[in-house]
C-alpha cells in the first residue's frame, strides 16, 4: 500500500492550500485516515483525523480553519486549510489505517508535503 500525497506549497498568511491523498495497493477498506505535521526541531503532531463513518477529530490550534474530509471509494483524505498562519508551516504526512483483509489493517505513512506560510 502507498500513500501519495499533494498540494503543498507556499502560502501568504491569511491565504489556503488543500492538500489531498489517495492510497492505492492491496486495500480491501480503509479505517481512519488522518494529517500529522512536524515542523523542524518538534515532534510530529496530529492535525486532523477521520473515520471511515465520518467522524472528525482537530488539533484544537487548527479548529475552525481547517477542515477533513474523505472519499471511501477512492480511499482518498482530503484536508481544506484557511486562514493560513506562519505557525502552520510544516511538513504534513498523511496517515491511513488499512485493512487489507477483512480483519487485518496495518498503519502506513506517505512521504510528507512541505506547507510554508509566509507573514
Known amino acids: 500500500v502507498q500513500l501519495q500525497a499533494s498540494g503543498g506549497g507556499l502560502v501568504q498568511a491569511g491565504g489556503s492550500l488543500r492538500l489531498s491523498c489517495v492510497a492505492s495497493?492491496?486495500?480491501?477498506?480503509?479505517?481512519?485516515m488522518g494529517w500529522y505535521r512536524q515542523c523542524p526541531g518538534k515532534q510530529r503532531e496530529l492535525v486532523a483525523t477521520?473515520?471511515?463513518?465520518?467522524?472528525?477529530n482537530y488539533a484544537d490550534s487548527v479548529k475552525g480553519r481547517f477542515t477533513i474530509s474523505r472519499d471511501n471509494t477512492r480511499h482518498t483524505v482530503i484536508l481544506e486549510m484557511n486562514s493560513l498562519k506562519p505557525g502552520d508551516t510544516a511538513v504534513y504526512y498523511c496517515?491511513?489505517?488499512?485493512?487489507?483483509?477483512?480483519?487485518?489493517?496495518?498503519?502506513?505513512w506517505g512521504k510528507g508535503t512541505q506547507v510554508t506560510v509566509s507573514s
Open positions: 477521520i473515520t471511515s463513518g465520518g467522524r472528525t
Open positions: 495497493g492491496n486495500i480491501f477498506n480503509s479505517n481512519t
Open positions: 496517515n491511513a489505517d488499512i485493512l487489507y483483509r477483512a480483519k487485518d489493517a496495518l498503519d502506513y
